[in-house]
């Protein structure tokens, strides 16, 4: 009896281990990205409403799960890879941990229903989602090896990140919304590249083959293109987006977030991981939080 109960508790150990180490295949740490959901709900503050504050929190829980399916996906094809990687090789597969393809079987699952849920909530959304589910299998796969091309897929996903959540409540989104969107996201993309330059070296070939395209004085040039259009765009669509002025009030917690950004990346070499700088550096956290208090007391008192 004994040594009956010594098994089943060692099996409900063994089942609680795989759980939590599935759980981590989907890198919650990274669910952060899809807060961009919300963003079209920030900037319809002065008609929301619980069913819509409802429809946008599941919006973010079914990108949560599809971007940890394609996660799963990307560590599966990239297990190699990230074995020689000082930081990646510490993930479920990359360890040896969790079984790939127990992690694969899991994320197939976990793909078809969520994706069946994204088209019974909403026709559109679910197309957005399927076809951000698809264009980073797309990157796992083969884009990623294609310079530049790699960092506006990564973009990419933002963007549709940001749509979706827009079609999830109904809300219209403008092309200046969208183009800054794009070149936010292009900017942390074209960060976490030279992160990557930086931290793998003279072995940038053995862990991504499209390192051996990049220079960092390239991607130095490229950050400092899409800064200046960052912050031009967005102070554009301030005036003349068809919204209250006063989100011009707004500009200077964009050029601080962007700037404080930059110098992590050049003096600290960080922003390899945006959703931990987010988190632990605080005068960016500070900063966007006063943001979203920013835009949502504007659009509340003058819209």
């Not at 504050?53 to 990239?78: E, P, R």
């Not at 088209?119 to 076809?131: I, P």
Request: charged share 15%; glycine share 6%; net charge positive.
């Amino acid at each position: 009896m004994l040594s009956n109960s010594i098994n089943l508790k060692e099996r409900i150990a063994s089942k609680q281990n795989i759980f939590l180490l599935l759980l981590l295949q989907l890198r919650p740490h990274q669910w952060t990205k899809n807060l961009l959901v919300f963003a079209a709900l920030l900037f319809s503050l002065h008609k929301v409403s619980i069913h819509l504050l409802g429809k946008s929190l599941i919006a973010f829980f079914l990108f949560c799960m599809v971007s940890g399916c394609v996660y799963i996906i990307n560590d599966f094809a990239d297990i190699k890879n990230d074995r020689n990687h000082p930081e990646k090789r510490y993930r479920p597969m990359a360890s040896g941990a969790l079984n790939p393809f127990l992690g694969l079987a899991f994320g197939c699952g976990l793909l078809i229903a969520s994706l069946f849920s994204a088209f019974h909530f909403d026709l559109w959304f679910g197309s957005v989602l399927l076809f951000y589910f698809l264009i980073n299998v797309a990157y796992s796969f083969t884009l990623k090896h294609v310079v530049i091309l790699d960092v506006m897929i990564i973009s990419a996903g933002f963007v549709l990140r940001a749509i979706g959540g827009s079609l999830m409540i109904g809300t219209p989104f403008t092309p200046w919304f969208l183009l800054c969107t794009m070149l936010l996201s292009l900017f942390l993309a074209i960060s976490k590249r030279r992160h990557e330059l930086y931290l793998l070296q003279e072995e940038k070939g053995s862990h991504r083959k499209v390192l051996e395209n990049y220079s960092i004085e390239l991607l130095n040039q490229l950050n400092t293109i899409v800064t200046s259009a960052t912050i031009i765009s967005y102070s554009l669509f301030t005036f003349t987006s068809g919204r209250t002025i006063q989100l011009m009030w707004t500009i200077p917690f964009v050029i601080f977030g962007i700037f404080r950004y930059l110098y992590l990346i050049m003096m600290g070499n960080k922003g390899g991981t945006p959703e931990k700088v987010l988190v632990e550096d605080k005068p960016i956290l500070i900063t966007v939080l006063l943001y979203v208090i920013a835009v949502a007391s504007i659009i509340l008192i003058f819209e």
